[in-house]
Every structure is written in structure tokens, then in C-alpha cells.
């Protein structure tokens, strides 16, 4: 177990970046690698019935890994899959639910495509409808008021994000939560920015979707689906193939039990013991002062950025936890963010996958700093300098 210094001066990459890209992915921890490198080493055979030595020791340290995950999270491990990302998680809801004519999803502007394209394009081949809620510009938050008219009968998802990765801004999850539950909804809770920074309650949505390699520290190629254990009996697994078919009778197939069903095809085995490395991190630094550590330094940046002429933060009034949106006057997001990587410090600038977000504010894009608990002060003060620097030269030119 390692203290909190020892855990800081574990990734190797913040030696060379001041990277405040997390929201993108995480930069990945020593043990992290080497959990990765051992898996591949020791046992990097294949998950599932292998009924030799090293299949079963794969089988048995992917689902402690499923445990790993599960309890830190606070769920049954029968509710937990493991998927390839965020993305394919999402897309796994979206195929066991039967959705068609007359059915309604209810999502927000504020979604990362990926919760909004797979809806939208489904939705043009199964029949149901899908209602975009707007949100207010100065804080980010999803419209509660039009939300509620959006959700009626018809309605079987609200799919909505936790903390909208283009603008920082906390959504009302538990208020959308009830909202939904009274109308007979589920909700799709996005927790692809929270998870792993926040210390949230997730077991009380019906699906919850996150990657592995944000926040949680595990590697690319790593995601995970939760779906609560009252609904796991009202989902009929479609994203099939090895491992979630447990049989084919005639021209009928029989579904694995879950987890197993929405684990389709080979799993990323070495991925999935990383992340559940990356868990361990957070365990042992605790998810308490993961929060408060992210929220502090975030807010400095807010801070500092709110001090500089010429800069301006995307919905100032937002509550937020690990993200800083804004642009700079005259300048084009790129260009920025080109800048600040010759000072080796990394930001993103774009629409960050959310062009909605950015069509709704009338904006071509922006310049995005996002926070993980492992940055330090000491490396927001040099994001804040340089900041300074191209404000100033953007004035006097
Ligand atoms: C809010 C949000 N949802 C979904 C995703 C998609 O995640 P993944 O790339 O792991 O599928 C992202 C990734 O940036 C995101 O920020």
C-alpha cells in the first residue's frame, strides 16, 4: 500500500507534461503497467471454460478483478460488466432493451456523442422517438422544467451525463432520477467523466456506463456496464457471441447468465487487471480525498482563469468538480491549446465530441483544462502563467 506521495510520483508521464487532459484519459500509474505486463506474462491466455492451468488462473483473476471493481463501487459483481469503453456499453443498453414504434428516449444537449448519435441513429431504424432537452448556458445544467414535460408514458430511458465533458457542469442526476422513476422510466446515467473522481452513490440507476481508462486509471480499451440488479431480469442481452451464449438451441439462442451476457467475444484480460490496479489506487488514497483534491485544484484553475482579461469560462456559474472550459479572445481554440503544448502543457481544444453543446452556445469550439486528483498546485500554477503569457501578447498584438 502505498501513501499518497508515493502514488503521485508513480505516473511516469507527468515527469515530462503538465497534463490536464484527464477528461480524455488518464495518464496510467506504474503499477498500473506492471499489472498489465504481469497479466500478459503470467497467465495472458484466454478468459472463460479453458480447462488448463493458465485459462484458469486468467478466469479466476479477471472475475477477482469484477470483484475488485464491484466493491468499490458498492454492487453486486453480477451486475457489473466489462466492456471495451464507454461507447460499447451504451450500445449494449440500447440493443437488450426492445425499443421500438411508439417508445420515447429522453437525452440532453449537453451529451457526449456517444449518448446521443447511438440513440439517434437507432431510433431511425427501430421506430422510437427521441427528445433532445436544451440547458441553460450560464450554469450547464440540463433544463429540469423541460425534462419533465419531455418524460411521460411512452418514455423508457432518460440517457443523461453525470458531468458534461464539454462544459465541466454537474448535472441533477437524483433529481432526474426521481423525475424518470415516477414516470416509469430507467435512466442511463453517462459516468464517464465522474466515476473514479467523484464519491457518488451509482447502484441506484438503472444503467450505469463509464470507461475504465478516466478516472478509474485502468487502461484504454476498458469500460464498464452496471445495470441494477431489479432490471437485469427485464433485459434481453442482444450484443451477442462467445461468452454471452450459453447455447443455441435449433434457431433460438439461449443467453449466458449475467454478468456474462453482455461480455461478448474475447475480453481485454490484461486491460481489465489494470483497471482493477487502478482501483486499488483509489481505494488506498480513498475516493473522499480523490474528490476533494480534483475540486480544489479545479477550482484554482476557475479561479485564475476568471482573473485574466481577454479569458472567458463557458458557463461561469456551473457547479463543477474536474473541468474548466473557455476561450480566449481573438484567438482560436487550437491555437491555444498548440501553444500550450510547446510549453508542455496539455489541454484539449475542440468541440470535445458534443457539438450540440457548442451549436447551442453559438461557439465554434473551446479550449478545455480537466483536472485528475494526481495533478498538483505547483502544475496549475504554470498553466495559470502560461495562460497569463498568451492573454498578454494576445493584447498587446
Ligand atoms: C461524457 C462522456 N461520455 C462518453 C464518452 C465516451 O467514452 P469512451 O471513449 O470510453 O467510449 C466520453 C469520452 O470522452 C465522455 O466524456
Known amino acids: 500500500m502505498g501513501s499518497l506521495e508515493e502514488i503521485l510520483a508513480g505516473f511516469p508521464l507527468k515527469e515530462r507534461w503538465v497534463y490536464l487532459d484527464n477528461a480524455a484519459t488518464s495518464l496510467k500509474h506504474e503499477r498500473v503497467i506492471r499489472a498489465v505486463e504481469r497479466a500478459l506474462r503470467e497467465f ?111 418514455t423508457r430511458v432518460v440517457a443523461i451525463t453525470h458531468e458534461s465533458n464539454a462544459l465541466g457542469s454537474l448535472q441533477p442526476v437524483e433529481e432526474v432520477l426521481r423525475l424518470a422513476e415516477e414516470a416509469g422510466a430507467y435512466v442511463l446515467l453517462d459516468a464517464a467523466q465522474s466515476m473514479g473522481a467523484l464519491d457518488h452513490d451509482f447502484s441506484r440507476y438503472h444503467f450505469v456506463v463509464a470507461p475504465g481508462h478516466k478516472a478509474l486509471l485502468g487502461p484504454h480499451g476498458t469500460g464498464l456496464l452496471y445495470v441494477r440488479e431489479d432490471v437485469l431480469e427485464e433485459l434481453e442481452p442482444r450484443l451477442l457471441g462467445g461468452g454471452s451464449t450459453k447455447r443455441v438451441e435449433g434457431s433460438s439462442v439461449v443467453p449466458s447468465e449475467p454478468p456474462h451476457a453482455f461480455e461478448s467475444g474475447t475480453p481485454n484480460l490484461p486491460g481489465v487487471i489494470g483497471l482493477a490496479e487502478g482501483v486499488r489506487i483509489l481505494e488506498e488514497v480513498g475516493l473522499r480525498r480523490v474528490e476533494r483534491r480534483v475540486r480544489r485544484l479545479t477550482d484554482r484553475v476557475l ?38 503544448g510547446e510549453r508542455g502543457i496539455c489541454v484539449r481544444s475542440g468541440t470535445h465530441c458534443a457539438t450540440l453543446v457548442f451549436e447551442r452556445l453559438g461557439l465554434r469550439g473551446c479550449v478545455r483544462a480537466s483536472l485528475a486528483f494526481y495533478n498538483e498546485g505547483e502544475e496549475v500554477k504554470e498553466f495559470l502563467r502560461a495562460m497569463e503569457g498568451i492573454t498578454r501578447r494576445g493584447a498587446s498584438s
Request: aromatic share 6%.
Open 44 to 154: 495472458g491466455v484466454n478468459v472463460g471454460r479453458s480447462a488448463h492451468p493458465p485459462g484458469e488462473e486468467a478466469t479466476r483473476a479477471f472475475e477477482r478483478a469484477r470483484e475488485t471493481v464491484a466493491s468499490f463501487l458498492g454492487v453486486d459483481p453480477r451486475c457489473l460488466a466489462f466492456t471495451f469503453n464507454a461507447t460499447a456499453s451504451i450500445h449494449a443498453v440500447l440493443c437488450s432493451l426492445d425499443l421500438g414504434k411508439g417508445d420515447k428516449v429522453v437525452t440532453t444537449a449537453l451529451e457526449h456523442h456517444s449518448n446521443l448519435s447511438p440513440w439517434l441513429r437507432f431510433s431511425e431504424v427501430l421506430g422510437f422517438d427521441v427528445e433532445i432537452v436544451g440547458f441553460d448556458p450560464e450554469t450547464g445544467t440540463v433544463d429540469l422544467s423541460e425534462l419533465e414535460s419531455a418524460v411521460d408514458d411512452r
Open 303 to 340: 479561479e485564475g482563469l476568471l482573473d485574466l482579461d481577454g479569458v472567458e469560462v463557458l458557463c461561469p456559474e456551473a457547479r463543477r468538480a474536474t473541468i474548466v472550459s473557455f476561450v480566449v479572445d481573438g484567438r482560436d481554440p487550437d491555437e491555444v491549446s498548440r501553444e500550450l
